[in-house]
């Protein structure tokens, strides 16, 4: 079955960190570029970050830049997303999905929360 699995997600206070991990299975996960998208309550989906197959390049939204680094562990088939002084705007679903020309695999999610 192919799947991808987030975790990591919870309740943070301003200013605080959390890392969020996307576990592959049942796909080549080296082969696929990697993804974190996020949705927020009454909002569209954004494209926060990515990282290639092999994971020599990066990019990132302007709004998380200096704040979240994306990296993965193709032996370990894992997708990570550092994310440091977190803001309540960041509250939102994330979501890991895998890339591979047209094929899309999406994970189910992880809820991060930013409050006081």
């Known amino acids: 079955e192919v799947q991808l699995v987030e975790s990591g997600g919870g309740l943070v206070q301003p200013g605080g960190s959390l890392r969020l991990s996307c576990a592959g299975s049942?796909?080549?996960?080296?082969?696929?570029?990697m993804s974190w998208v996020r949705q927020a309550p009454g909002k569209g989906r954004e494209w926060v970050s990515g990282?290639?197959?092999?994971?020599?390049?990066?990019w990132y939204i302007d709004s998380v830049k200096d704040r979240f680094t994306i990296s993965r562990d193709n032996a370990k088939n894992t997708l990570y997303l550092q994310m440091n002084s977190l803001k309540p705007e960041d509250t939102a679903v994330y979501y890991c999905?895998?890339?591979?020309?047209?094929?899309?695999?999406w994970g189910q999610g992880t809820q991060v929360t930013v409050a006081s």
């Open positions: 990282i290639t197959a092999g994971g020599w390049t990066t």
């Open positions: 999905i895998g890339l591979y020309g047209s094929a899309q695999v």
């Open positions: 049942g796909f080549t996960f080296s082969s696929y570029a």
